[in-house]
């Protein structure tokens, strides 16, 4: 049951007014500061919601697949207040904002799925503050693999170090050390 109301939102995505965009690795999908008028689920691919800190570190602040709604606070918003950009190849639906939450607003189920994947993507979001406050690199990636996420192909640790908030190198040495100790 739970799964079937968490899932019914994506339907909206299903409509006339949908338009599927496809993007390279390393497109942007939008940019900090861009007016939000479509909201962009991920049918294929990843795509980063990122932010640049001061020092020009930058941070995954989500890490979409297929299924998730990019920004998803962002359906409430004039403008984003961060950027998009694909971490490979992607193909995303993207619906006019309006459309979106007139959806929401005819159809109460809908608009209760939508709220509970948005109390999931608060807690997600927590847990990700979480492992950041972890002192070592270890403490992170446990933390981070004990919450069921994986290791990607070799081509994209960097993007698991940007969402742990430690260096490439850093995790790269640690993944060393864990395959030096089997």
Do not use: N
């Not at 019914?8 to 939000?36: K, M, N, Q, R």
């Not at 570190?57 to 989500?62: G, H, R, S």
């Not at 998803?72 to 459309?99: F, N």
């Amino acid at each position: 049951m739970i799964t079937i109301m968490s899932a019914s939102y994506i339907s909206i995505f299903d409509a006339d007014s949908a338009t599927d965009l496809h993007l390279t690795e390393g497109a942007p999908l939008f940019h900090a500061g861009d007016p939000v008028t479509q909201i962009a689920l991920v049918r294929a691919g990843a795509v980063h919601l990122l932010r640049r800190t001061a020092t020009g570190a930058t941070v995954i602040l989500q890490a979409a697949r297929p299924g998730d709604v990019v920004a998803e606070a962002s359906a409430y918003s004039p403008a984003y207040h961060c950027g998009a950009e694909a971490a490979r190849a992607s193909r995303v639906t993207l619906l006019p904002v309006k459309r979106f939450r007139a959806a929401l607003a005819a159809d109460p189920a809908l608009a209760v799925s939508w709220a509970a994947h948005l109390a999931r993507s608060v807690q997600s979001a927590r847990m990700r503050a979480e492992i950041r406050t972890l002192r070592t690199v270890a403490e992170r990636l446990d933390a981070w693999l004990g919450e069921g996420h994986a290791l990607p192909e070799k081509g994209h640790w960097q993007d698991i170090a940007a969402e742990l908030g430690v260096t490439r190198e850093a995790l790269y040495r640690e993944l060393a050390r864990r395959r030096a100790d089997h």
